[in-house]
């Protein structure tokens, strides 16, 4: 498994991606991807709450992780540089 996951806490009004985020920018397993994606969102869905964390998205998502999570665009970026979120209560996993 490689995994890479910020969690995002204040921007300070920088950047398109809102206070109190996990953020997944690489997720790779061995076996089933799309069903251990949803199987982490589900995980953070439950737990990530109790410490606050109000957001799930994705960074410049080449891996097309909004696809499989039902995340919408949040920002557009120059170079095809897109992100995707969605608040934790309404991700359906």
Not at 11 to 23: A, E, L, M, T
Not at 28 to 45: I, M, P, T, Y
């Amino acid at each position: 498994m490689d995994l890479y996951i910020r969690f995002w806490e204040y921007s300070c009004g920088v950047g398109s991606i809102p206070d109190w985020s996990i953020i997944i920018v690489r997720s790779n397993f061995k076996r089933n991807q799309q069903e251990n994606l949803k199987d982490l969102a589900r995980f953070f869905k439950e737990y990530a709450p109790r410490y606050g964390y109000k957001y799930l998205c994705t960074e410049d998502d080449d891996y097309k992780y909004y696809q499989t999570l039902g995340l919408k665009l949040i920002h557009r970026g120059f170079f095809r540089q897109y992100n995707y979120g969605l608040s934790l209560k309404e991700l359906e996993v």
